[in-house]
C-alpha cells in the first residue's frame, strides 16, 4: 500500500473519534459554511480504535456482547484491539510501595501501569464514539465557583474563564450536541444564589425570550426511590463540623439530575435516535443498563453527531453543479504514535504531520502513513492526548503535559431500606443531593455531589449475585437454604430495597498525580502505555469523614441506623470497607473505598501563562500554534460536574475559533 | 369499472373515520406477532424493517384519531353504522376480515415466515396484489382497497357540503411531543388543509398507496418527514417486498422490479414457532391462563390509547410525586403496558404449546370489551392466581 495517499490537503486533522472530535468537526463545518465567504473545509478524524458500531445492527453486537459479558464492567461491550489496548477496571489493581513511598512493583496487568500508591481506579472506551458510548448521561453544568477556586477559597487554580463566558457554550452543548432532558426548577444547586432561572438565564433572547431558558426536553422522571428519600428526608439538615470547630449546616435537597437521554422535546427540538436507525431511541425506555450500554440508543453517544456528519458530509468531490461542501472522513483503527513538530526546548514551533498506523484484524502487518493539514487536533482523551505529547516531545514547556490528573473519586454507602423502592429499575440515576457541591468549607476540604443510585447493591456487593448466594446458603451459615418460588419470593423482598448513594469528591490538581511515558511499557503497536503516579491529596482525604458522616445522618433519618452485615438481610446500613480491596484508602485511621467515576481530567490544563500551563482558554497549545489540544485533559479544576458537558462546551468555543481562523484564508 | 363508494353525509365520514382509526390498529398484531417471534438479537435487518412499520401504523392510527377529533366525534372503540351497513367493530378480532375494504382479505396473526410476509406485501400492495381493481370483489357500502377508502375519507373531507368549515375544530389533538417520535410527526387537526394533510400522510408512508407508485423507483421517500441525518423511509410495501425476496432495492429500481440489491437473509430457524389458537378453551391450564393475562393487558392496552385519543388524562395517584399537580396524558402510560405487552408476547411465543408439539403459544390480541365479558376474564384470572398461591 503507498503512504501518499495525497492526505496533505485537509484542512483540518483530529485525532480521537469521541464527544470531543464530533463537536469541534461540526461546530467548525456549521460555523464556517455560515461565513462570508464560506468556507467548507475537509476533515479527516483518525479514531484507534474499532468502527463497530456506526448502523444500528452493528451496534446491536455490543448489546449482545452486554448481555453475555459475566462483569457488566463499563468496558464490556466494546471489544478493544491489543493495537490500541483500552484500560479496564477489572485489571485494577494495587501496586507494592516501599517504606520510603517509592514504588517497588507497578501493578501492570492491564493497560495502565500503576505506580501507585493508589491505583488509578478509571476507565475510558478506545472505539469510535469514545466514552461516550458508556457514559451515564449526567450533564450538571459546573458552578461559578467552581471555574474560581483559588479567588474563592484560596485553593487549587482559577479558570481562564468565567461560568458566564462559558454559559453559552453550555446552552448549545445542551440544545446542538447531545440532547439534555431536564426542568430547569429543578436544579437547585448551592452557589448560584438561590434561583435557578437566573444561573440559566440566557443571553440568547432570539431563542430564550426574555431569556428564560429551557432545556431542550423536559426531564426524565425521577424514579420511585428518588421520590421515597425526597419524602423521607424533607427537612433533614446533615451537620458537619469542620477543623476548626465551626459547623456546616447542609439542607438535603432531592435534584433531578440533567442528562443526555431523550425525554419529551419541547417545541421545536428533535430528538436524535439511534445511529442508522431514526425510529429507535427517540425516547428513554427505562432499561437500566445506561452504564455500560443504552440498547435503544436513547442516550446521547458521539456516534450519533459522527454519523450525521458523514451523512451530510460524505468524503467525496460534489457531483457536477453541486454546491461545494465540507467533507468529512473517518478512519478507525488508526493509530497516531507521533505528533511530529519543529519545537525545540523552550522554544516553540509548528507542528508539520502526524505519523499513523493502520492496523487490520486480518493478520496483515499494520501500515505506517503520514498526514498533514494545517490545523490538528488531539481529542484522544485526556491519557491517550498525554501520552502522545509526550512521546512526541511537544507542548510541553510547561513541564505540566500529563500532570494534574484528576477523577472524582468515589465513596459508596449502601443499606437495606424499610420499603421496596423498585432497585434495578429505570435509568442508573435520576437524581442527586446537590447540598455539597459548594461552600466555604471547600477552603480547607473538597466539595462533594451525591449521586442516588438506581442499581441496589451491584457496584458494592455484586447484587443481585451474591444475594441469590446468600440466600441458598453460599453465605456465612454454609448451609441450603432457600429455593424456588421460597428463594423468588424473598429475592422479592429483599431486591427492590438495596439502595446505595455515591459521593464523589472533587479532585483537585497535584503535579505529582500524573501520566508519564516508559520505554519498558509498550503495547503491541509500540506505543506508549501510559505509567501512572496517583494518590488522593489531604485535601480530598478530609472529605471521607464528612461524607461518611453526612451518609450515617441521612441513613438514620431512613431508619436504616443499623450496622448490619450480609448474609443477614433486614433494615440497616450495610456500608462497610475491607482494608484488602485494591480501593482501600485509610485516613485517620478508619479505612474507605474510593473507586474511580470514569471521570479522567487535567493532564494538558488550560491558562494564561505559558509556563504553568499546556493550552490557552481556546485549548489551543501555547508552544504549537497550530495545534489544539482539547477535552477533559484541559481543565485546570473539576468542580463536582460530570465533566463531558463542560468539555462538550468548551469543544463548541474551540470549533467557533478555528472556524474563524479559516475565515481569512482563501475558500 | 364499478363505481367505488362515496361518503356522502359528515354522519358517513365520522363512522368512516372510526373505521380508519381500528384499519390502523388492525395491521399492528399482524406485524407485531411477526416481530415478536424473532428470537432476540437475531434477524435484526427483519426486525427492524418490520418496527419501522409498526411504528407508522400507530402513527396513522394517532393521525386517523386527531382527524376525527377534529371533526368533534370522539373516537370509541364501540361498533357504527356506515352507510346501510349496521354494527361495524372498529376493533379487529383474528382471523380479521376487514368490514371495510373487501380486497386485503383475511389478516391471521403469524409468526415470521414466507407465509407471513407474503400477507404483509399484500396488505401493502396498493392493490392488494390484485392485478387489476376491477378483479375484486365489493359489497356495498365497501371499499376494494385502502386507497379507494382513504380516497373518498378525502374527498368528503374536501367537499364543503359535507364538512363545511367550521365542523373543524382543534380539540382533543395528540400533540407531536406527547407522540414517541419514531416513524415521523403527529399533525395536529385544526383544519380541512391539516386533516387533508394527516390523511395524506397515512397514504403516502403506507397502506392505501396510489397504484402509480408501483412504476416510481422503490426507494422514493414518500413522507415529507426527515427525521435528521438523512434518516428516511420508503413505502412499506417496499420494505416487505425486500424482506419477501431476501434482498434490498437497488437505488435505481423500480417499486414493481424485483428487489436486486444487497441481500437481506431472514434465519427462519431463528423465529418462534408460535401457532394460533382461537377462542376455544378455558383458562384451567397455566397455558390458557397466559394467554387470558395477554389479551386483559391488551384489551387495557387499547382502552388506555383510546382513553387517550378521548382527550382524557389518566389519573395517577402517587403520594410521592411532588409534582402530582402535572397532566399526565393517558397516551404516555399507555407506553407502559405496551412493553409490558411485549415481554409477555415474547414470554407466549417461548412457551410449548401442550396441544400442538412443536409449536408454541401464539398472543391472541383478543380485545375483550369493558363490561360483563371482561369482569369474567378478571374473575377467571383472580381464581386462578388463588390456586397459583
Known amino acids: 500500500m503507498s503512504t501518499n495517499d495525497h492526505d496533505h490537503d485537509y484542512d ?56 453475555e459479558a459475566l462483569a457488566k464492567v463499563p468496558n464490556s461491550p466494546y471489544p478493544a484491539s491489543s493495537s490500541a489496548p483500552q484500560p479496564n477496571v477489572l485489571d485494577i489493581g494495587r501496586p507494592i510501595m516501599g517504606p520510603d513511598g517509592t514504588t517497588r512493583v507497578p501493578s501492570d496487568n492491564g493497560y495502565f501501569v500503576q505506580m501507585g500508591p493508589l491505583p488509578f481506579g478509571s476507565d475510558y472506551a478506545r472505539s469510535l464514539g469514545g466514552t461516550t458510548l458508556h457514559w451515564l448521561g449526567t450533564c450538571l453544568r459546573m458552578l461559578p465557583n467552581d471555574f474560581r477556586m483559588q479567588d474563592a477559597y484560596g485553593h487549587s487554580v482559577n479558570w481562564p474563564l468565567r461560568y458566564e463566558d462559558l454559559k453559552p457554550y453550555y446552552e448549545r452543548a445542551e440544545w446542538d450536541i447531545i440532547g439534555v432532558s431536564a426542568d430547569v426548577e429543578d436544579q437547585v444547586y448551592p452557589g448560584i444564589g ?30 420511585y426511590l428518588d421520590q421515597y428519600l425526597a419524602k423521607k428526608s424533607a427537612g433533614l439538615v446533615v451537620e458537619l463540623t469542620d477543623d476548626h470547630g465551626r459547623p456546616h449546616t447542609f439542607p438535603v435537597e432531592v435534584s433531578n439530575t440533567p442528562v443526555g437521554r431523550n425525554s419529551r422535546p419541547a417545541e421545536g427540538y428533535q430528538p436524535i435516535g439511534a445511529v442508522g436507525n431514526f425510529d429507535q431511541g427517540q425516547r428513554c425506555e427505562g432499561n437500566s443498563s445506561c452504564i455500560p450500554i443504552c440498547p435503544a440508543q436513547a442516550k446521547y453517544n458521539a456516534l450519533k453527531t459522527l454519523y450525521e456528519l458523514i451523512v451530510k458530509y460524505p468524503d467525496r468531490e460534489p457531483a457536477d453543479g453541486g454546491a461545494r461542501k465540507a467533507r468529512v472522513a473517518i478512519r478507525s483503527q488508526c493509530v497516531v504514535s507521533r505528533v511530529l513538530h519543529t519545537q525545540r526546548t523552550g522554544g516553540t514551533g509548528t507542528v508539520t504531520g502526524l505519523t499513523y498506523r493502520t492496523y487490520f484484524d486480518d493478520g496483515s502487518a499494520p501500515v505506517e502513513h503520514t498526514v498533514t493539514a494545517d490545523t490538528y487536533v488531539l481529542a484522544a482523551n485526556a491519557v491517550e492526548n498525554a501520552t502522545l505529547l509526550l512521546a512526541s516531545g511537544a507542548a510541553n514547556n510547561s513541564d505540566q503535559v500529563g500532570r494534574n490528573l484528576m477523577d472524582h473519586p468515589l465513596l459508596i454507602t449502601w443499606g437495606l431500606l424499610e420499603d421496596g423502592v423498585g432497585a434495578f429499575r429505570g435509568p442508573g440515576s435520576t437524581s442527586g443531593i446537590p447540598a455539597f457541591r459548594d461552600g466555604t468549607f471547600r477552603s480547607e476540604r473538597t466539595a462533594f455531589r451525591v449521586e442516588i443510585g438506581n442499581w441496589g447493591w451491584n457496584f458494592p456487593e455484586n447484587a443481585p449475585y451474591d444475594t441469590v448466594h446468600d440466600l441458598v446458603g453460599g453465605g456465612e451459615s454454609g448451609q441450603v437454604g432457600l429455593y424456588g418460588k421460597e428463594l423468588r419470593a424473598r429475592l422479592g423482598e429483599i431486591l427492590p430495597r438495596q439502595f446505595r448513594i455515591a459521593w464523589e469528591l472533587e479532585q483537585d490538581p497535584e503535579p505529582t498525580n500524573r501520566v508519564t511515558i516508559d520505554d519498558r511499557y509498550k503495547d503491541a503497536l509500540g506505543n506508549h502505555r501510559p505509567v501512572i503516579h496517583y494518590d488522593l491529596s489531604p485535601y480530598v482525604r478530609a472529605s471521607l469523614p464528612w461524607a461518611s458522616e453526612a451518609s450515617r445522618q441521612l441513613f438514620t433519618q431512613l431508619g436504616i441506623g443499623d450496622e448490619v452485615r450480609r448474609p443477614e438481610y433486614r433494615p440497616g446500613d450495610y456500608t462497610h470497607y475491607d482494608p484488602d480491596d485494591p480501593s482501600a484508602v485509610t485516613h485517620d485511621g478508619v479505612t474507605y473505598w474510593v473507586r474511580g467515576a470514569g471521570h479522567v481530567v487535567g493532564t494538558h490544563r488550560m491558562g494564561t501563562d505559558p509556563a504553568t500551563s499546556v493550552v490557552d482558554s481556546h485549548q489551543r497549545s501555547h508552544d504549537l500554534p497550530n495545534l489544539y489540544i482539547v477535552g477533559c485533559g484541559s481543565m485546570p479544576t473539576l468542580g463536582t460536574s460530570n465533566p463531558t458537558l463542560t468539555m462538550t462546551a468548551l469543544a463548541l468555543r474551540t470549533g467557533d475559533r478555528i472556524a474563524e481562523q479559516l475565515k481569512g484564508k482563501d475558500a | 369499472m364499478t363505481e367505488s363508494t362515496r361518503i356522502t353525509s359528515l354522519k358517513d365520514l365520522k363512522a368512516a373515520l372510526q373505521l380508519a ?28 424493517t418490520i418496527r419501522s412499520v409498526v411504528m407508522e401504523e400507530m402513527l396513522h392510527m394517532t393521525l386517523a384519531a386527531n382527524v376525527l377529533n377534529a371533526l368533534g366525534e370522539v373516537p370509541s372503540t364501540r361498533p357504527v353504522d356506515f352507510q346501510d351497513r349496521r354494527n361495524l367493530s372498529p376493533i379487529p378480532a383474528y382471523p380479521l376480515d376487514s368490514p371495510l375494504v373487501s380486497g386485503i382479505g383475511t389478516l391471521e396473526l403469524l409468526p415470521l415466515t414466507p407465509r407471513a410476509v407474503d400477507g404483509f406485501v399484500r396488505i401493502e400492495h396498493p392493490l392488494h396484489g390484485a392485478a387489476t381493481l376491477d378483479a375484486i370483489p365489493v359489497q356495498s357500502g365497501g371499499f376494494r382497497t385502502i386507497g379507494e377508502f382513504y380516497d373518498a375519507v378525502d374527498a368528503a373531507l374536501n367537499d364543503p357540503a359535507i364538512c363545511p368549515d367550521d365542523v373543524f375544530r382543534p380539540v382533543r389533538q395528540i400533540p407531536d411531543s406527547d407522540y414517541y417520535g419514531g416513524a415521523g410527526h403527529v399533525i395536529e387537526v385544526k383544519d380541512r388543509a391539516t386533516a387533508r394533510e394527516a390523511v395524506l400522510k397515512i397514504v403516502d408512508q403506507g397502506e392505501g398507496l396510489p397504484e402509480e407508485y408501483l412504476h416510481r423507483p422503490a426507494k422514493t421517500v414518500t413522507d415529507a418527514d426527515r427525521l435528521g441525518s438523512g434518516w428516511q423511509m420508503y413505502s412499506h410495501y417496499a420494505r416487505f417486498r425486500e424482506l419477501q425476496c431476501g434482498r434490498r432495492f437497488r437505488p435505481d429500481q423500480r417499486a414493481d422490479q424485483n428487489p436486486e440489491g444487497a441481500m437481506l437473509l431472514v434465519d427462519h430457524t431463528a423465529v418462534q414457532p408460535a401457532l394460533y389458537t382461537p377462542h376455544n378453551g378455558g383458562s384451567d391450564s397455566p397455558e390458557g391462563a397466559a394467554l387470558d393475562a395477554f389479551d386483559l393487558a391488551y384489551s387495557h392496552l387499547v382502552d388506555d390509547i383510546y ?53 408454541t403459544l401464539c398472543p391472541r390480541f383478543s380485545y375483550v370489551p369493558p363490561g360483563g365479558d371482561r369482569d369474567k376474564l378478571v374473575q377467571r384470572l383472580e381464581n386462578r392466581g388463588g390456586q397459583d398461591r
Open chain 1, 12 to 67: 483540518i486533522v483530529i485525532v480521537g473519534g469521541g464527544i470531543s472530535a464530533a463537536t469541534i468537526a461540526k461546530t467548525v463545518i456549521e460555523k464556517a459554511a455560515a461565513q462570508t465567504p464560506p468556507r467548507h473545509p475537509r476533515i479527516l478524524v483518525l479514531e484507534a480504535g474499532r468502527a463497530t458500531a456506526m448502523s444500528a445492527d452493528k451496534y446491536d453486537t455490543y448489546v449482545d456482547a452486554y448481555q
Open chain 1, 194 to 223: 438561590g434561583d435557578p432561572a437566573k444561573y440559566f438565564e440566557s443571553a440568547d433572547t432570539g431563542k430564550f425570550p426574555g431569556g428564560v431558558y429551557h432545556f431542550p426536553m423536559e426531564r426524565i422522571p425521577s424514579s
Open chain 2, 307 to 359: 382513553r387517550a385519543f378521548a382527550g382524557e388524562p389518566k389519573e395517577v395517584v402517587d403520594p410521592l410525586d411532588r409534582h402530582a399537580d402535572r397532566e399526565r396524558p393517558a397516551l404516555r402510560s399507555a407506553v407502559h403496558i405496551m412493553y409490558a405487552l411485549k415481554n409477555m408476547a415474547v414470554a407466549l411465543m417461548r412457551t410449548p404449546n401442550p396441544a400442538k408439539p412443536g409449536h
Open chain 2, 21 to 48: 382509526v381500528g384499519l390502523e390498529l388492525s395491521t399492528i398484531p399482524v406485524y407485531l406477532t411477526a416481530l415478536y417471534s424473532i428470537e432476540a438479537g437475531r434477524n435484526t435487518d427483519a426486525a427492524q
